[in-house]
């Protein structure tokens, strides 16, 4: 058997070398390595299969920055979103001055606890930003609702995400990262749609926000060398949107060997005793950026994963609310129960494009073979 992986980036490169490398050659080839068509002809054909304007950026984290930055925010304005996320969410609005207010998460879905937000609304809030954590959407119709009712903005953080469908209630579906003001992506390598080095993007459906943002990720630039309004420098390399051309062609075929490796391990590992696969909703589909457990003895059986050869991931190991840098904020322990409590038995299997049925039948074996352990002792 081959060596599991927790992401296989290089195995899922080989079913597509010659078409990257070519790709890459062309880019050397044309010594536009910055700003050049190639950026642009990406942008287009993603912004085709969303179905909204795209523009691209440095990474995610930037993304999150323009996008506060291209609302018009104002120093201490109040930002609502979750403690059990990755980091960037939080620390780019504190970077903008603005002030992160937590809600706790839903249990099952990971996502933000749409029935909390509400009693959390001040004159200073201006921005819901839901996470569509591990590659399902949040309940962005009723977020949305919400933000409609307190003319607030909603920015979606879609990084994990990619190519997930929110289903509204009325049947029509649309894009993760399109449905809020603005839409936030990731391109790090291991997200749905990985670069091969950093890369990001911002989506809107909004024609004059899309300008607005164009012009801050370029030094706030309306003309050549004319500036109207403050900007930063962050832009998709040509090498990276080459990579990602190629990559998006094969976008949702690689979504859906992804789908295929999460139903084997929910057909396989649904009604363990001290585990619980993944919850699906009926407004979103999964893409499975991670595809993540609930298990009571979460060490252990990483432990004995280990043993066996099987990597296997916390994300997230702790809330932000109780780290370090965000102790400023005036949060304590027991202020998130529903997060606080994720963080100690979460646990990520391996998932990627390139598993095959014998590893699959190996890993799932194997967490089968923990709790039967367990069970005799
Ligand atoms: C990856 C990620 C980001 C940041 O993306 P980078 O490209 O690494 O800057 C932000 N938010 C979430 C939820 C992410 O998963």
Redesign the pocket.
Same mark, same amino acid.
């Given at each position: 058997m081959q060596t599991i992986h927790m992401c296989d980036l290089y195995g899922q490169y080989l079913t597509m070398k010659e078409e990257i490398d070519g790709a890459i050659q062309g880019v050397i080839q044309s010594t536009h390595f910055i700003k050049s068509g190639k950026v642009l002809d990406f942008e287009q054909k993603l912004s085709e299969y969303l179905d909204a304007h795209v523009i691209s950026c @440095? !990474?995610? *984290?930037? #993304?999150?920055q323009i996008a506060f930055m291209a609302l018009g925010l104002e120093p201490g304005d109040e930002v609502i979103t979750t403690p059990f *996320? =990755?980091? #960037? *969410?939080v620390e780019t609005a504190v970077l903008m001055g603005l002030k992160p207010v937590f809600v706790d998460v839903d249990r099952d879905t990971f996502t933000i606890d749409v029935s909390q937000i509400e009693e959390l609304i001040t004159p200073k809030t201006k921005v819901i930003l839901p996470?569509?954590?591990f590659g399902q959407c949040a309940n962005l119709e009723e977020i949305r609702a919400l933000a409609e009712k307190y003319n607030l903005y909603v920015v979606e953080? #879609? /990084?994990?995400a990619l190519g997930t469908d929110y289903i509204f209630k009325n049947g029509t579906t649309q894009k993760a990262g399109t449905i809020g003001n603005i839409g /936030? !992506?990731? =391109? =790090?390598p291991s997200?749905n749609l990985g670069a091969f080095g950093?890369? @990001?993007a911002i989506f809107t459906k909004d024609d004059e926000l899309a300008a607005v943002i164009r012009s801050i990720a370029n030094h706030g630039m309306k003309a050549k060398y004319q500036y109207e309004r403050i900007g930063v420098n962050s832009r998709l390399d040509s090498m990276q949107a080459a990579i990602l051309e190629v990559k998006l062609k094969y976008f949702d075929q690689h979504i859906a060997a992804r789908q295929k490796a999460a139903a084997y391990y929910d057909q396989h590992l649904a009604g363990i005793d001290g585990l619980e696969i993944p919850e699906r909703v009926d407004y979103s589909t999964h893409t499975f950026?991670q595809y993540t457990l609930k298990v009571e003895r979460r060490d252990e059986l990483q432990e004995f994963l280990k043993t066996k050869g099987i990597p296997s991931m916390v994300y997230y190991p702790e809330v932000l609310h109780l780290q370090e840098a965000y102790q400023f904020l005036g949060y304590k322990k027991g202020d998130f129960p529903v997060s606080e409590k994720l963080v100690k038995s979460v646990l990520s299997l391996p998932m990627h494009t390139e598993l095959d049925e014998e590893q699959l039948e190996y890993i799932v074996e194997s967490i089968k073979e923990f709790f039967n352990l367990s069970q005799r002792r």
């Open positions: @440095g !990474n995610g *984290t930037d #993304a999150l *996320t =990755f980091v #960037a *969410t996470v569509d954590l953080d #879609a /990084c994990q /936030c !992506n990731s =391109f =790090f997200k950093d890369g @990001g950026h």
